[in-house]
């Protein structure tokens, strides 16, 4: 099992950039895949990224391609969302979750281990 923890929300203006960060605890973190989730008011939780087990793949949902990018550090055992060219509709609480498949491909991943959420709101 891996336990994580999200930082680095925040409130920020439109076109604005944050940095998010997941830390992981537990050894098997390396052979995890790992992805980022977001929940807006009112919305069901919504697929945004995810990386395979050693960075060598990722994905991305249609609406953050081009303006996210997802990277791990497995010595650090964290993994990032840095988020540019933000927009109002990003406003949400954003989530790390582990895909103990390792490989963290939509619609094949099994993602569990779920952190406690950080809020990122957008202003216009």
């Known amino acids: 099992q891996v336990q994580l923890v999200e930082s680095g929300g925040g409130s920020v203006q439109a076109g604005g950039s944050l940095r998010l960060s997941c830390a992981a605890s537990?050894?098997?973190?390396?052979?995890?895949?790992m992805g980022w989730f977001r929940q807006a008011p009112g919305k069901e939780r919504e697929f945004v990224s995810a990386?395979?087990?050693?960075?060598?793949?990722?994905y991305y949902a249609d609406s953050v391609k081009g303006r996210f990018t997802i990277s791990r550090d497995n010595a650090k055992i964290t993994v990032y969302l840095q988020m540019n060219s933000l927009k109002p509709e990003d406003t949400a609480v954003y989530y790390c979750?582990?895909?103990?498949?390792?490989?963290?491909?939509?619609?094949?991943?099994?993602?569990?281990?779920w952190g406690q959420g950080t809020q990122v709101t957008v202003s216009s």
């Open positions: 990386i395979s087990w050693n960075g060598g793949s990722t």
């Open positions: 979750a582990a895909d103990p498949t390792g490989w963290g491909r939509p619609g094949e991943a099994k993602f569990e281990s």
């Open positions: 537990g050894r098997t973190f390396r052979s995890y895949a």
